[in-house]
């Protein structure tokens, strides 16, 4: 990935991961809702939520991109089992056919790749 592109793309991821973690905070509910049957549910939306918001802060801070990169794909593994959940159930808030709800299973892997590669270093062209 040239270095433009990389930096594009990772203020492109970061922007998506604050919102996303934001919007967990704004509306937890619809959150709540998706996630198979747990305890602690509202708490574990507002810590991955926070961990959302710091991990895309964190890929455009250079001295930690690596960590909140790792750190996004360690969450996007562990928030997994709610789409999987969401798509199962047909959890669809009304506005997303079902289709959406199974494409997205195999999109959360390429957001993991794309975190990977944006929050790596471009190799040197020396």
Not at 34 to 61: A, C, H, Q, T, W
Not at 71 to 77: D, E, F, K, N
């Amino acid at each position: 990935m040239k270095c433009k592109a990389r930096s594009i793309g990772r203020f492109l991821l970061a922007s998506f991961f604050v919102y996303a973690g934001v919007m967990h905070f704004v509306r937890p509910k619809n959150f709540i809702k998706i996630m198979p049957d747990m305890p602690y549910k509202r708490e574990l939306v507002y810590l991955s939520g926070f961990f959302e918001i710091l991990g895309g802060v964190g890929l455009l801070v250079k001295p930690v991109r690596k960590p909140a990169g790792i750190g996004l794909i360690a969450l996007l593994w562990a928030v997994f089992p709610a789409n999987v959940n969401m798509a199962i159930n047909n959890i669809n808030f009304g506005f997303l056919p079902i289709w959406a709800l199974w494409a997205r299973l195999p999109l959360q892997f390429v957001l993991m790749k794309l975190v990977s590669l944006v929050a790596s270093e471009a190799p040197s062209n020396k």
